[in-house]
Nanobody, 123 residues
Framework: VHLVESGGGLVQAGGSLRLSCEVS????????MGWYRQAPGKQRELVAS????????NYADSVKGRFTISRDNAKNTISLQMNSLKPEGTAVYYC?????????????????WGQGTQVAVSS
């Protein structure tokens, strides 16, 4: 299974970027997907997540009202529209996907990560 992110780059404060992530390979049933970020010297943190049907989303308080996560299940992709970016948003952004296998003896859960895409916001 591969997760490939795209859309990172350098932007001035107040600007916008759109990140995309495509899942490919032998997947069972992609469940929750999300975006995480890790700034230098800090722990990786959740930015936004979205349920399998796209009906439920969750955002970090620091990005609420500015970021929007969406998904296209037909293409196994998610996107993160980031508006009004701030310098503290500078980080490597990682795509995350939870894959569930419903077997005869229960559910197996697999978690996959992309390689990350750099977002830099200048002041």
């Amino acid at each position: 299974v591969h997760l490939v992110e795209s859309g990172g780059g350098l932007v001035q404060a107040g600007g916008s970027l759109r990140l995309s992530c495509e899942v490919s390979g032998s997947i069972f049933s992609i469940n929750t997907m999300g975006w995480y970020r890790q700034a230098p010297g800090k722990q990786r943190e959740l930015v936004a997540s979205i349920a399998s049907d796209g009906g439920s989303t969750n955002y970090a308080d620091s990005v609420k009202g500015r970021f929007t996560i969406s998904r296209d299940n037909a293409k196994n992709t998610i996107s993160l529209q980031m508006n009004s970016l701030k310098p503290e948003g500078t980080a490597v952004y990682y795509c995350n996907a939870e894959d569930l296998y419903y077997g005869d003896y229960g559910v197996a859960r697999y978690v996959y990560w992309g390689q990350g895409t750099q977002v830099a916001v200048s002041s």
